[in-house]
Protein backbone atom coordinates (compact mmCIF):
# COMPACT_ATOMS: atom_id res chain seq x y z
CA UNK A 1 0.00 0.00 0.00
CA UNK A 2 2.77 2.10 0.34
CA UNK A 3 4.95 2.41 -2.58
CA UNK A 4 6.18 5.81 -4.09
CA UNK A 5 3.82 6.42 -6.84
CA UNK A 6 5.20 10.01 -7.87
CA UNK A 7 8.66 11.35 -7.57
CA UNK A 8 9.90 14.49 -8.61
CA UNK A 9 13.70 15.94 -8.62
CA UNK A 10 14.52 19.27 -9.14
CA UNK A 11 11.62 20.06 -11.13
CA UNK A 12 12.44 23.58 -13.12
CA UNK A 13 10.53 25.33 -15.61
CA UNK A 14 10.94 28.82 -16.87
CA UNK A 15 8.88 30.92 -18.82
CA UNK A 16 10.35 34.24 -20.43
CA UNK A 17 13.69 33.53 -18.34
CA UNK A 18 11.56 33.77 -14.87
CA UNK A 19 11.46 30.42 -13.02
CA UNK A 20 8.05 29.54 -12.63
CA UNK A 21 8.89 26.02 -11.57
CA UNK A 22 12.52 26.47 -9.85
CA UNK A 23 13.81 22.64 -8.20
CA UNK A 24 10.40 21.20 -7.13
CA UNK A 25 11.12 17.91 -4.87
CA UNK A 26 8.10 15.58 -4.35
CA UNK A 27 7.54 12.62 -3.44
CA UNK A 28 4.18 10.88 -3.18
CA UNK A 29 3.07 7.63 -1.92
CA UNK A 30 0.15 5.29 -2.85
CA UNK A 31 -2.94 5.96 -1.25
CA UNK A 32 -1.91 9.61 -0.19
CA UNK A 33 -4.14 12.79 -0.63
CA UNK A 34 -2.02 15.55 -0.96
CA UNK A 35 -3.05 18.84 -1.10
CA UNK A 36 -0.99 21.26 -3.48
CA UNK A 37 -1.45 24.51 -1.67
CA UNK A 38 -0.36 28.16 -2.91
CA UNK A 39 -1.70 31.68 -3.62
CA UNK A 40 -2.23 31.90 -7.41
CA UNK A 41 1.07 32.17 -9.92
CA UNK A 42 2.78 29.74 -7.24
CA UNK A 43 3.60 26.92 -9.94
CA UNK A 44 0.68 24.50 -8.64
CA UNK A 45 -0.66 24.01 -12.18
CA UNK A 46 2.98 24.64 -14.03
CA UNK A 47 3.80 21.49 -11.69
CA UNK A 48 1.25 19.40 -12.05
CA UNK A 49 1.30 19.55 -15.94
CA UNK A 50 5.08 18.30 -15.67
CA UNK A 51 4.35 15.79 -13.75
CA UNK A 52 1.58 14.92 -16.09
CA UNK A 53 3.81 15.39 -19.00
CA UNK A 54 2.03 17.82 -20.70
CA UNK A 55 4.99 20.65 -20.43
CA UNK A 56 8.35 19.62 -20.69
CA UNK A 57 10.60 20.65 -17.58
CA UNK A 58 13.63 22.36 -17.78
CA UNK A 59 15.83 20.53 -15.69
CA UNK A 60 14.74 17.96 -13.39
CA UNK A 61 12.86 14.55 -13.56
CA UNK A 62 9.67 13.01 -12.63
CA UNK A 63 9.07 9.38 -12.53
CA UNK A 64 5.04 8.46 -12.31
CA UNK A 65 4.44 4.67 -11.36
CA UNK A 66 7.89 4.20 -12.07
CA UNK A 67 7.90 5.75 -15.75
CA UNK A 68 9.15 9.25 -17.51
CA UNK A 69 5.89 11.66 -18.45
CA UNK A 70 8.20 12.36 -21.61
CA UNK A 71 9.34 9.01 -22.74
CA UNK A 72 6.20 6.94 -21.50
CA UNK A 73 3.47 9.68 -22.17
CA UNK A 74 0.73 7.09 -23.14
CA UNK A 75 1.34 4.63 -20.44
CA UNK A 76 1.68 7.59 -17.78
CA UNK A 77 -1.43 8.96 -19.17
CA UNK A 78 -3.51 5.69 -19.15
CA UNK A 79 -3.13 5.57 -15.56
CA UNK A 80 -2.92 8.81 -14.47
CA UNK A 81 -6.02 11.09 -14.41
CA UNK A 82 -5.81 15.13 -14.97
CA UNK A 83 -8.82 17.30 -13.90
CA UNK A 84 -8.08 20.67 -15.01
CA UNK A 85 -8.86 23.93 -13.28
CA UNK A 86 -12.44 24.74 -14.91
CA UNK A 87 -12.42 21.37 -16.85
CA UNK A 88 -14.22 21.78 -20.25
CA UNK A 89 -16.58 19.95 -22.17
CA UNK A 90 -18.26 19.59 -25.49
CA UNK A 91 -21.30 21.62 -24.46
CA UNK A 92 -23.57 20.17 -28.15
CA UNK A 93 -22.96 16.75 -26.33
CA UNK A 94 -24.34 15.11 -23.98
CA UNK A 95 -22.98 13.85 -20.49
CA UNK A 96 -22.85 10.22 -21.81
CA UNK A 97 -21.38 11.48 -25.40
CA UNK A 98 -18.51 13.29 -23.96
CA UNK A 99 -17.85 10.10 -21.80
CA UNK A 100 -17.79 7.25 -24.41
CA UNK A 101 -15.32 9.71 -26.40
CA UNK A 102 -12.66 9.75 -23.68
CA UNK A 103 -13.65 6.14 -23.79
CA UNK A 104 -12.70 5.44 -27.10
CA UNK A 105 -9.47 7.47 -27.14
CA UNK A 106 -8.41 5.64 -23.62
CA UNK A 107 -8.89 2.27 -25.95
CA UNK A 108 -11.92 0.99 -24.43
CA UNK A 109 -14.40 -1.59 -26.34
CA UNK A 110 -17.74 0.40 -26.95
CA UNK A 111 -19.75 -2.47 -24.70
CA UNK A 112 -17.15 -2.54 -21.66
CA UNK A 113 -17.43 1.63 -22.08
CA UNK A 114 -21.19 1.85 -21.46
CA UNK A 115 -21.04 -0.06 -18.58
CA UNK A 116 -18.09 2.00 -17.11
CA UNK A 117 -19.78 5.11 -17.97
CA UNK A 118 -23.12 4.10 -16.64
CA UNK A 119 -21.10 3.11 -12.99
CA UNK A 120 -19.02 5.92 -12.95
CA UNK A 121 -22.09 8.35 -13.37
CA UNK A 122 -23.86 6.98 -10.74
CA UNK A 123 -21.29 7.27 -8.69
CA UNK A 124 -20.70 10.98 -8.86
CA UNK A 125 -24.56 11.13 -8.91
CA UNK A 126 -25.25 12.35 -12.60
CA UNK A 127 -27.06 9.13 -13.84
CA UNK A 128 -29.88 11.41 -13.93
CA UNK A 129 -28.63 14.02 -16.30
CA UNK A 130 -26.83 11.94 -18.15
CA UNK A 131 -28.29 12.19 -21.49
CA UNK A 132 -28.85 15.88 -21.32
CA UNK A 133 -26.33 18.30 -23.40
CA UNK A 134 -23.30 19.10 -20.97
CA UNK A 135 -24.18 22.98 -21.87
CA UNK A 136 -26.88 23.11 -19.21
CA UNK A 137 -24.55 22.00 -16.68
CA UNK A 138 -23.70 24.06 -13.51
CA UNK A 139 -20.19 24.45 -12.58
CA UNK A 140 -20.41 21.49 -10.04
CA UNK A 141 -21.84 19.16 -12.13
CA UNK A 142 -19.25 19.94 -14.71
CA UNK A 143 -16.72 19.03 -12.10
CA UNK A 144 -18.09 15.87 -10.95
CA UNK A 145 -18.29 14.68 -14.78
CA UNK A 146 -15.04 15.38 -14.54
CA UNK A 147 -14.22 13.36 -12.12
CA UNK A 148 -16.46 10.48 -13.19
CA UNK A 149 -14.03 10.58 -16.53
CA UNK A 150 -11.41 10.00 -14.16
CA UNK A 151 -13.41 6.77 -12.58
CA UNK A 152 -14.43 5.68 -15.86
CA UNK A 153 -10.96 5.57 -16.83
CA UNK A 154 -10.17 3.81 -13.21
CA UNK A 155 -6.98 6.22 -12.53
CA UNK A 156 -4.75 4.93 -10.01
CA UNK A 157 -3.54 8.52 -9.48
CA UNK A 158 -6.00 11.55 -9.67
CA UNK A 159 -4.55 14.94 -10.61
CA UNK A 160 -7.19 17.71 -9.44
CA UNK A 161 -6.41 21.45 -10.28
CA UNK A 162 -8.70 23.89 -8.16
CA UNK A 163 -11.63 21.25 -8.35
CA UNK A 164 -13.39 23.41 -5.69
CA UNK A 165 -12.72 26.93 -7.48
CA UNK A 166 -15.80 28.77 -8.00
CA UNK A 167 -18.03 25.85 -5.95
CA UNK A 168 -20.81 26.49 -3.26
CA UNK A 169 -20.51 24.99 0.03
CA UNK A 170 -22.36 22.19 -0.97
CA UNK A 171 -21.09 21.34 -4.09
CA UNK A 172 -17.61 21.75 -2.42
CA UNK A 173 -18.39 19.75 0.71
CA UNK A 174 -19.92 16.76 -1.76
CA UNK A 175 -16.93 16.84 -4.17
CA UNK A 176 -14.56 16.36 -1.00
CA UNK A 177 -16.64 13.60 0.27
CA UNK A 178 -15.40 12.02 -3.52
CA UNK A 179 -11.88 12.09 -3.05
CA UNK A 180 -12.06 10.77 0.87
CA UNK A 181 -13.80 8.14 -1.33
CA UNK A 182 -11.06 7.66 -4.25
CA UNK A 183 -8.32 7.46 -2.11
CA UNK A 184 -10.13 5.19 0.52
CA UNK A 185 -9.98 2.90 -2.59
CA UNK A 186 -5.97 2.92 -2.40
CA UNK A 187 -5.95 5.66 -5.45
CA UNK A 188 -3.65 7.96 -4.69
CA UNK A 189 -4.84 11.83 -5.43
CA UNK A 190 -3.28 15.35 -5.86
CA UNK A 191 -5.38 18.38 -5.02
CA UNK A 192 -4.36 21.70 -5.90
CA UNK A 193 -5.83 24.47 -4.12
CA UNK A 194 -5.38 28.08 -3.08
CA UNK A 195 -7.89 27.66 0.00
CA UNK A 196 -6.07 25.24 2.91
CA UNK A 197 -9.62 25.06 4.90
CA UNK A 198 -11.51 24.10 1.82
CA UNK A 199 -8.98 21.07 1.74
CA UNK A 200 -7.87 20.20 4.62
CA UNK A 201 -10.37 17.62 5.69
CA UNK A 202 -9.34 14.67 2.94
CA UNK A 203 -5.79 16.15 2.79
CA UNK A 204 -3.19 13.45 4.68
CA UNK A 205 -0.12 15.83 3.86
CA UNK A 206 0.37 19.25 1.92
CA UNK A 207 2.93 20.51 -0.03
CA UNK A 208 3.03 24.55 0.28
CA UNK A 209 3.86 26.08 -2.62
CA UNK A 210 5.43 29.81 -2.79
CA UNK A 211 7.24 31.48 -5.49
CA UNK A 212 7.79 28.48 -7.22
CA UNK A 213 8.92 26.26 -4.65
CA UNK A 214 8.13 24.15 -1.96
CA UNK A 215 8.73 25.75 1.60
CA UNK A 216 6.88 23.16 3.21
CA UNK A 217 5.88 19.33 3.25
CA UNK A 218 4.09 17.40 5.55
CA UNK A 219 0.94 16.61 7.81
CA UNK A 220 -1.42 19.24 8.68
CA UNK A 221 -0.35 18.71 12.58
CA UNK A 222 3.33 19.33 11.28
CA UNK A 223 2.62 22.70 10.08
CA UNK A 224 0.58 24.06 12.81
CA UNK A 225 3.82 23.22 14.82
CA UNK A 226 5.97 24.75 12.35
CA UNK A 227 3.90 28.03 12.32
CA UNK A 228 2.06 28.34 15.06
CA UNK A 229 3.40 26.06 17.82
CA UNK A 230 1.65 27.29 21.15
CA UNK A 231 1.00 30.55 19.76
CA UNK A 232 -1.72 32.52 20.47
CA UNK A 233 -4.01 35.55 19.29
CA UNK A 234 -6.03 37.85 21.84
CA UNK A 235 -8.43 40.31 20.05
CA UNK A 236 -8.57 43.14 22.97
CA UNK A 237 -11.13 46.19 22.51
CA UNK A 238 -10.77 49.05 24.65
CA UNK A 239 -11.09 52.78 24.74
CA UNK A 240 -9.01 55.65 25.99
CA UNK A 241 -6.14 53.25 25.61
CA UNK A 242 -2.85 52.93 23.39
CA UNK A 243 -2.09 49.53 22.93
CA UNK A 244 0.88 49.81 20.44
CA UNK A 245 2.93 51.50 23.55
CA UNK A 246 1.73 49.74 26.15
CA UNK A 247 2.11 46.52 25.47
CA UNK A 248 4.52 45.86 23.11
CA UNK A 249 7.00 45.87 25.86
CA UNK A 250 5.31 42.93 27.67
CA UNK A 251 6.67 39.97 27.84
CA UNK A 252 5.57 37.37 25.91
CA UNK A 253 4.05 39.92 23.21
CA UNK A 254 5.17 39.10 19.70
CA UNK A 255 3.25 41.85 17.87
CA UNK A 256 0.42 44.24 18.35
CA UNK A 257 -1.82 44.77 15.22
CA UNK A 258 -4.49 46.94 14.20
CA UNK A 259 -4.99 50.10 16.12
CA UNK A 260 -7.79 53.07 17.07
CA UNK A 261 -10.24 50.67 18.95
CA UNK A 262 -9.77 47.03 18.53
CA UNK A 263 -6.11 45.73 18.28
CA UNK A 264 -4.94 41.69 17.69
CA UNK A 265 -2.19 41.10 20.04
CA UNK A 266 -0.01 37.47 19.35
CA UNK A 267 1.40 36.05 22.30
CA UNK A 268 3.03 33.02 23.28
CA UNK A 269 1.10 32.40 26.43
CA UNK A 270 -2.29 33.32 27.67
CA UNK A 271 -1.73 37.14 28.67
CA UNK A 272 -5.00 38.09 29.12
CA UNK A 273 -4.70 39.12 32.77
CA UNK A 274 -2.05 41.25 32.15
CA UNK A 275 -3.41 43.10 29.46
CA UNK A 276 -6.43 43.59 31.84
CA UNK A 277 -4.49 44.73 34.42
CA UNK A 278 -2.68 47.58 31.80
CA UNK A 279 -5.84 48.63 30.64
CA UNK A 280 -6.98 49.62 33.29
CA UNK A 281 -4.00 50.72 35.12
CA UNK A 282 -3.84 53.48 32.30
CA UNK A 283 -6.91 54.30 32.81
CA UNK A 284 -8.16 53.06 29.66
CA UNK A 285 -12.08 51.63 29.79
CA UNK A 286 -11.47 48.03 28.45
CA UNK A 287 -14.65 46.76 26.45
CA UNK A 288 -13.52 42.86 24.91
CA UNK A 289 -10.76 40.55 25.69
CA UNK A 290 -10.75 37.05 24.05
CA UNK A 291 -7.90 34.59 22.66
CA UNK A 292 -8.22 32.01 20.95
CA UNK A 293 -5.50 29.21 19.23
CA UNK A 294 -4.37 30.36 15.75
CA UNK A 295 -6.00 27.77 13.56
CA UNK A 296 -4.59 26.21 10.79
CA UNK A 297 -5.84 28.73 8.02
CA UNK A 298 -4.42 31.69 10.09
CA UNK A 299 -1.15 29.67 10.06
CA UNK A 300 -1.03 28.74 6.67
CA UNK A 301 -1.55 32.58 6.44
CA UNK A 302 1.02 33.70 8.26
CA UNK A 303 3.16 30.95 6.82
CA UNK A 304 3.12 33.08 3.55
CA UNK A 305 2.63 36.53 5.12
CA UNK A 306 6.34 35.74 6.55
CA UNK A 307 7.71 34.01 3.59
CA UNK A 308 6.82 37.19 1.42
CA UNK A 309 8.07 38.96 3.98
CA UNK A 310 11.34 37.67 4.42
CA UNK A 311 11.85 37.57 0.18
CA UNK B 1 14.72 10.94 -27.08
CA UNK B 2 12.33 7.73 -27.97
CA UNK B 3 9.04 7.79 -27.06
CA UNK B 4 6.97 4.72 -26.81
CA UNK B 5 3.39 4.38 -28.44
CA UNK B 6 1.99 5.09 -31.61
CA UNK B 7 1.07 8.94 -32.35
CA UNK B 8 -2.10 7.99 -34.12
CA UNK B 9 -3.64 6.09 -31.14
CA UNK B 10 -6.55 8.00 -30.91
CA UNK B 11 -7.00 9.94 -34.55
CA UNK B 12 -9.81 8.12 -36.16
CA UNK B 13 -11.91 8.94 -33.38
CA UNK B 14 -10.69 12.00 -33.45
CA UNK B 15 -11.65 12.46 -37.09
CA UNK B 16 -14.98 10.39 -36.75
CA UNK B 17 -15.80 13.05 -33.51
CA UNK B 18 -15.03 16.28 -35.73
CA UNK B 19 -16.64 14.88 -38.58
CA UNK B 20 -19.96 14.34 -36.37
CA UNK B 21 -19.61 17.58 -34.87
CA UNK B 22 -19.31 19.54 -38.38
CA UNK B 23 -22.14 17.65 -39.91
CA UNK B 24 -24.53 18.57 -37.31
CA UNK B 25 -22.63 22.43 -36.71
CA UNK B 26 -25.74 25.30 -37.86
CA UNK B 27 -22.42 26.84 -39.25
CA UNK B 28 -22.05 24.37 -41.69
CA UNK B 29 -25.75 23.65 -42.78
CA UNK B 30 -25.63 27.42 -43.85
CA UNK B 31 -22.35 27.51 -46.11
CA UNK B 32 -23.56 24.12 -47.14
CA UNK B 33 -27.02 25.85 -48.08
CA UNK B 34 -24.92 28.56 -49.55
CA UNK B 35 -23.00 26.30 -52.01
CA UNK B 36 -25.91 24.62 -53.06
CA UNK B 37 -28.13 27.01 -53.89
CA UNK B 38 -25.79 28.18 -56.11
CA UNK B 39 -25.00 24.89 -57.70
CA UNK B 40 -28.40 24.39 -58.65
CA UNK B 41 -28.76 28.18 -59.86
CA UNK B 42 -25.46 27.65 -62.03
CA UNK B 43 -26.08 24.38 -63.50
CA UNK B 44 -29.73 24.94 -64.49
CA UNK B 45 -28.08 27.99 -66.32
CA UNK B 46 -25.76 25.52 -67.77
CA UNK B 47 -28.78 22.85 -68.92
CA UNK B 48 -30.34 26.07 -70.01
CA UNK B 49 -27.68 26.95 -72.81
CA UNK B 50 -27.30 23.56 -73.42
CA UNK B 51 -31.37 22.85 -74.58
CA UNK B 52 -30.65 26.15 -76.80
CA UNK B 53 -27.72 24.78 -78.84
CA UNK B 54 -28.24 21.16 -78.10
CA UNK B 55 -25.21 19.83 -80.80
CA UNK B 56 -23.91 16.56 -81.33
CA UNK B 57 -21.59 17.61 -78.22
CA UNK B 58 -19.77 14.42 -76.57
CA UNK B 59 -18.91 15.77 -73.48
CA UNK B 60 -22.55 17.16 -72.77
CA UNK B 61 -21.78 16.82 -69.08
CA UNK B 62 -19.17 18.39 -68.56
CA UNK B 63 -20.48 21.64 -69.84
CA UNK B 64 -23.05 21.39 -67.37
CA UNK B 65 -20.08 22.33 -64.85
CA UNK B 66 -18.34 24.91 -67.41
CA UNK B 67 -21.24 26.21 -69.34
CA UNK B 68 -22.60 29.51 -67.66
CA UNK B 69 -25.33 31.55 -68.92
CA UNK B 70 -25.14 35.26 -68.47
CA UNK B 71 -25.44 36.23 -65.79
CA UNK B 72 -24.35 33.78 -63.36
CA UNK B 73 -20.65 32.22 -63.82
CA UNK B 74 -20.76 28.49 -64.20
CA UNK B 75 -20.87 25.62 -61.32
CA UNK B 76 -16.89 24.85 -61.77
CA UNK B 77 -15.65 29.04 -61.39
CA UNK B 78 -18.72 29.44 -58.27
CA UNK B 79 -16.74 26.05 -56.70
CA UNK B 80 -13.62 27.41 -57.21
CA UNK B 81 -14.51 30.98 -55.18
CA UNK B 82 -17.33 29.00 -52.65
CA UNK B 83 -15.05 25.73 -51.87
CA UNK B 84 -12.29 28.12 -49.80
CA UNK B 85 -15.08 29.35 -48.09
CA UNK B 86 -16.41 25.90 -47.11
CA UNK B 87 -13.06 24.60 -45.64
CA UNK B 88 -12.87 28.19 -43.76
CA UNK B 89 -15.50 27.75 -42.20
CA UNK B 90 -14.60 23.99 -40.94
CA UNK B 91 -11.21 24.68 -39.87
CA UNK B 92 -10.73 28.11 -38.37
CA UNK B 93 -11.31 27.57 -34.89
CA UNK B 94 -9.86 23.87 -35.05
CA UNK B 95 -7.16 24.40 -32.21
CA UNK B 96 -8.10 27.82 -30.59
CA UNK B 97 -11.77 26.54 -29.86
CA UNK B 98 -10.56 23.80 -28.12
CA UNK B 99 -8.32 26.50 -25.65
CA UNK B 100 -11.44 28.99 -25.49
CA UNK B 101 -14.03 25.97 -24.37
CA UNK B 102 -11.44 24.79 -21.96
CA UNK B 103 -11.45 21.26 -23.65
CA UNK B 104 -7.81 20.94 -24.79
CA UNK B 105 -6.14 20.23 -21.37
CA UNK B 106 -8.45 17.63 -20.78
CA UNK B 107 -7.90 16.18 -24.05
CA UNK B 108 -4.22 16.37 -23.65
CA UNK B 109 -4.19 14.40 -20.64
CA UNK B 110 -5.72 11.47 -22.37
CA UNK B 111 -3.06 8.33 -23.22
CA UNK B 112 -3.08 9.73 -26.75
CA UNK B 113 -0.60 11.91 -28.07
CA UNK B 114 -0.89 15.77 -29.74
CA UNK B 115 -0.50 14.04 -33.25
CA UNK B 116 -3.31 12.53 -33.15
CA UNK B 117 -5.42 15.70 -31.95
CA UNK B 118 -4.06 17.56 -35.33
CA UNK B 119 -4.46 14.37 -37.41
CA UNK B 120 -7.81 13.90 -36.61
CA UNK B 121 -9.05 17.35 -36.46
CA UNK B 122 -7.59 17.33 -40.79
CA UNK B 123 -9.02 14.01 -41.82
CA UNK B 124 -12.33 14.97 -39.89
CA UNK B 125 -12.67 18.05 -41.90
CA UNK B 126 -11.27 16.51 -45.27
CA UNK B 127 -13.92 13.47 -44.95
CA UNK B 128 -17.04 16.00 -44.41
CA UNK B 129 -15.50 17.86 -47.29
CA UNK B 130 -15.35 14.79 -49.46
CA UNK B 131 -18.74 13.73 -48.47
CA UNK B 132 -20.11 17.14 -49.65
CA UNK B 133 -18.30 17.21 -52.52
CA UNK B 134 -19.34 13.91 -53.54
CA UNK B 135 -23.20 14.98 -52.82
CA UNK B 136 -22.75 17.50 -55.20
CA UNK B 137 -21.17 16.20 -57.97
CA UNK B 138 -23.57 13.33 -57.23
CA UNK B 139 -26.41 15.64 -57.40
CA UNK B 140 -25.34 17.39 -60.06
CA UNK B 141 -25.04 14.41 -62.30
CA UNK B 142 -28.43 13.30 -61.50
CA UNK B 143 -30.29 16.88 -62.62
CA UNK B 144 -27.70 16.22 -65.73
CA UNK B 145 -29.62 13.05 -66.01
CA UNK B 146 -32.90 14.30 -65.11
CA UNK B 147 -33.03 17.25 -67.36
CA UNK B 148 -30.92 15.98 -70.72
CA UNK B 149 -32.83 12.55 -70.78
CA UNK B 150 -28.92 11.47 -71.63
CA UNK B 151 -26.21 9.44 -69.16
CA UNK B 152 -22.99 10.39 -69.20
CA UNK B 153 -20.00 9.12 -71.06
CA UNK B 154 -17.74 7.02 -69.54
CA UNK B 155 -14.94 9.96 -70.25
CA UNK B 156 -17.29 12.17 -69.07
CA UNK B 157 -17.54 9.96 -65.68
CA UNK B 158 -13.73 9.67 -65.21
CA UNK B 159 -13.56 13.44 -66.06
CA UNK B 160 -15.84 14.70 -63.50
CA UNK B 161 -14.38 11.78 -60.53
CA UNK B 162 -10.84 13.40 -61.95
CA UNK B 163 -12.38 16.94 -61.10
CA UNK B 164 -13.77 15.99 -57.82
CA UNK B 165 -10.70 14.79 -56.40
CA UNK B 166 -9.00 17.91 -57.88
CA UNK B 167 -11.60 19.43 -55.83
CA UNK B 168 -10.75 18.17 -52.34
CA UNK B 169 -7.25 18.85 -53.17
CA UNK B 170 -8.17 22.30 -53.56
CA UNK B 171 -10.51 22.45 -50.58
CA UNK B 172 -7.93 20.76 -48.58
CA UNK B 173 -5.34 23.07 -49.11
CA UNK B 174 -7.45 25.86 -47.68
CA UNK B 175 -8.32 23.09 -44.82
CA UNK B 176 -4.67 23.16 -43.93
CA UNK B 177 -4.65 26.81 -44.24
CA UNK B 178 -7.66 27.27 -41.43
CA UNK B 179 -5.91 24.87 -39.21
CA UNK B 180 -2.54 26.49 -39.42
CA UNK B 181 -4.30 29.96 -38.81
CA UNK B 182 -6.52 28.90 -35.27
CA UNK B 183 -3.02 27.02 -34.32
CA UNK B 184 -1.33 30.35 -34.60
CA UNK B 185 -3.95 33.09 -33.59
CA UNK B 186 -5.24 32.77 -30.26
CA UNK B 187 -9.05 33.94 -30.87
CA UNK B 188 -11.13 32.49 -33.13
CA UNK B 189 -12.70 35.32 -34.60
CA UNK B 190 -9.52 36.24 -35.26
CA UNK B 191 -8.15 33.37 -37.03
CA UNK B 192 -11.49 33.29 -38.76
CA UNK B 193 -10.96 37.01 -40.13
CA UNK B 194 -7.41 36.23 -41.60
CA UNK B 195 -8.39 33.23 -43.12
CA UNK B 196 -10.86 35.20 -45.10
CA UNK B 197 -8.62 37.93 -46.09
CA UNK B 198 -6.38 35.42 -47.29
CA UNK B 199 -9.24 34.10 -49.32
CA UNK B 200 -10.02 37.42 -50.75
CA UNK B 201 -6.19 38.55 -51.48
CA UNK B 202 -5.64 34.97 -53.40
CA UNK B 203 -8.97 35.10 -55.03
CA UNK B 204 -10.01 38.55 -55.87
CA UNK B 205 -6.57 40.37 -56.12
CA UNK B 206 -4.11 38.35 -56.76
CA UNK B 207 -5.08 38.01 -60.52
CA UNK B 208 -4.36 41.55 -60.92
CA UNK B 209 -1.36 41.69 -58.54
CA UNK B 210 0.15 39.64 -60.88
CA UNK B 211 0.64 41.09 -64.47
CA UNK B 212 1.71 44.05 -62.25
CA UNK B 213 4.59 42.04 -60.21
CA UNK B 214 5.36 40.51 -64.02
CA UNK B 215 5.44 44.38 -65.38
CA UNK B 216 8.03 45.48 -62.70
CA UNK B 217 9.93 42.60 -62.85
CA UNK B 218 10.52 41.82 -66.68
CA UNK B 219 9.67 44.76 -68.98
CA UNK B 220 9.14 44.52 -72.17
CA UNK B 221 11.41 45.44 -74.65
CA UNK B 222 9.47 46.81 -78.13
CA UNK B 223 12.66 45.35 -79.65
CA UNK B 224 13.24 41.82 -78.45
CA UNK B 225 10.58 39.65 -79.09
CA UNK B 226 11.15 37.07 -76.63
CA UNK B 227 10.75 39.52 -73.98
CA UNK B 228 6.75 39.30 -74.27
CA UNK B 229 6.79 35.97 -73.52
CA UNK B 230 9.69 36.26 -70.79
CA UNK B 231 7.17 38.55 -68.95
CA UNK B 232 4.18 36.08 -69.94
CA UNK B 233 5.83 33.38 -68.56
CA UNK B 234 6.61 35.42 -64.92
CA UNK B 235 3.33 36.55 -65.04
CA UNK B 236 1.79 32.76 -64.75
CA UNK B 237 3.94 31.48 -62.30
CA UNK B 238 3.31 34.38 -59.78
CA UNK B 239 -0.18 33.71 -60.65
CA UNK B 240 0.50 30.14 -59.90
CA UNK B 241 1.31 30.52 -56.30
CA UNK B 242 -2.35 31.04 -55.63
CA UNK B 243 -4.26 27.89 -54.77
CA UNK B 244 -6.71 29.56 -56.73
CA UNK B 245 -5.34 29.81 -59.86
CA UNK B 246 -3.94 26.21 -60.04
CA UNK B 247 -7.32 25.17 -59.13
CA UNK B 248 -9.11 26.99 -62.07
CA UNK B 249 -6.27 25.32 -64.70
CA UNK B 250 -6.98 21.93 -63.45
CA UNK B 251 -10.56 22.76 -64.24
CA UNK B 252 -10.00 24.38 -67.60
CA UNK B 253 -7.81 21.16 -68.63
CA UNK B 254 -10.12 18.51 -66.98
CA UNK B 255 -13.23 19.61 -67.91
CA UNK B 256 -12.21 20.58 -71.19
CA UNK B 257 -11.51 18.03 -73.35
CA UNK B 258 -10.04 20.57 -75.95
CA UNK B 259 -7.92 22.28 -74.07
CA UNK B 260 -4.12 21.30 -74.43
CA UNK B 261 -2.44 23.69 -73.13
CA UNK B 262 -1.97 26.42 -70.46
CA UNK B 263 0.85 28.74 -71.95
CA UNK B 264 1.60 30.52 -75.48
CA UNK B 265 1.41 28.10 -78.28
CA UNK B 266 3.41 29.38 -81.29
CA UNK B 267 1.69 28.80 -85.06
CA UNK B 268 4.17 25.78 -85.81
CA UNK B 269 3.17 24.31 -83.10
CA UNK B 270 0.11 24.30 -84.48
CA UNK B 271 1.09 22.96 -87.82
CA UNK B 272 -0.98 19.43 -88.25
CA UNK B 273 -2.98 20.01 -85.59
CA UNK B 274 -6.93 19.47 -85.34
CA UNK B 275 -8.16 22.88 -83.77
CA UNK B 276 -10.58 21.83 -80.89
CA UNK B 277 -10.15 18.03 -81.42
CA UNK B 278 -10.55 16.63 -77.72
CA UNK B 279 -7.70 15.01 -75.71
CA UNK B 280 -7.46 11.38 -74.54
CA UNK B 281 -8.79 12.01 -70.81
CA UNK B 282 -5.28 10.35 -69.68
CA UNK B 283 -3.95 13.03 -71.27
CA UNK B 284 -5.63 15.57 -69.67
CA UNK B 285 -4.88 13.72 -66.26
CA UNK B 286 -1.33 14.42 -67.11
CA UNK B 287 -1.52 17.44 -67.94
CA UNK B 288 -2.49 18.87 -64.52
CA UNK B 289 -0.35 17.00 -62.91
CA UNK B 290 1.57 19.25 -62.23
CA UNK B 291 -0.72 21.27 -60.21
CA UNK B 292 -2.14 18.57 -58.31
CA UNK B 293 1.44 17.93 -57.18
CA UNK B 294 1.55 21.72 -56.14
CA UNK B 295 -1.49 21.51 -54.47
CA UNK B 296 -0.84 18.95 -52.25
CA UNK B 297 2.58 20.50 -51.50
CA UNK B 298 1.12 23.83 -50.82
CA UNK B 299 -1.60 21.61 -48.65
CA UNK B 300 1.72 19.69 -46.78
CA UNK B 301 3.66 22.52 -46.31
CA UNK B 302 0.76 24.41 -44.41
CA UNK B 303 -0.30 21.39 -42.61
CA UNK B 304 3.51 21.00 -41.27
CA UNK B 305 3.68 24.52 -40.25
CA UNK B 306 0.55 24.17 -37.53
CA UNK B 307 1.98 20.97 -36.99
CA UNK B 308 5.25 22.51 -35.83
CA UNK B 309 3.14 25.10 -34.07
CA UNK B 310 1.03 23.24 -32.23
CA UNK B 311 3.33 20.65 -31.19
CA UNK B 312 5.55 23.55 -28.84
CA UNK B 313 1.96 25.14 -27.93
CA UNK B 314 2.13 25.67 -24.31
CA UNK B 315 -1.50 23.47 -22.36
CA UNK B 316 -2.07 26.22 -20.61
CA UNK B 317 -1.63 28.84 -23.36
Known amino acids: MSGTVIEARGLTKAYKGRNVVDGINLTVKQGEVLGLLGPNGAGKTTTILMLMGLTEANAGSVRLLDKDPLRDPLAVKQAAGYLPDAVGFYDSLTARENLAFTARLAGFADVDASGRIGQALGRVRLDGVADRKVGTFSRGMRQRLGLAELLMRDCQIMILDEPTSGLDPQSTEELLGFIADFANEGRTVLVSSHLLDVVQTVCTRVALFNRGRIGFVGTLAELAAKVGGDALEIDLEAESFDAAARLSNLNGVDAVIGGDRRWRISASRDLRPEIAARVVESGGRLIALDAHRIGLGEAYNRYFRENSNAA | ?317
Not at chain 2, 146 to 154: E, H, I, V, W
Not at chain 2, 183 to 208: C, E, G, K
Not at chain 2, 242 to 248: H, I, K, N, V
Open chain 2, 1 to 317: MRREGSPFKGTWTIALKEAADHITSARMHLVMVLVLLTAIGSAYGAIELLRQNADQDAFLFLKLMTGAREPLPSFASFMGFLIPLVAIALGFDAVNGEFSRRTMSRILAQPIYRDAVLFGKFLGGLLVLGIALMTLWLLLTGLGILLLGLPPSSDALVRGLAYLVATLAYAGVWLALAIALSTIVHAPATSALAALSIWLVVSVFWSITAPLLAQWIAPVDPLVPMSVITQFEIQQAIARLSPGTLYGEMTQLLLDPSARTLGPIFIEQLHGAVIGAPLPTMQSILLVWPQFSGMIAAMLVLFTLAYVVFQRQEVRA
